[in-house]
């Protein structure tokens, strides 16, 4: 029987599925992380704003969020490839 994973279109989907996955899991480990070291138990007087949101959401989820659609947009465009899915079968 033919090894599945032998098919370049699936080799190519588990790649780009594996790249989703790791870049999703460093964006939220870093957000959450981030964004519960600096937004609690924190003296509000060492509060500060960034383009008018407190500094740990905007380091904390406004940037992670750029980043990651900065990310999808190179990925998609630039990384992701068209692969054949043979030829096509007339229908019984």
Request: hydrophobic residues 45%; contains cysteine; glycine residues 6%.
């Amino acid at each position: 029987m033919n090894d599945p994973h032998a098919d370049p279109l699936l080799k190519s989907s588990l790649r780009e599925a594996l790249i989703c996955g790791v870049v999703w899991v460093i964006a939220t480990t870093y957000s959450v992380g981030y964004s519960s070291l600096y937004g609690y138990h924190r003296p509000i007087e060492s509060l500060t704003y960034v383009l008018g949101l407190p500094d740990w959401i905007f380091w904390g989820v406004i940037v992670p969020w750029l980043a990651c659609t900065l990310f999808s947009a190179w990925f998609c465009l630039f990384y992701m490839t068209d692969e054949t899915l043979g030829e096509e079968t007339a229908p019984d």
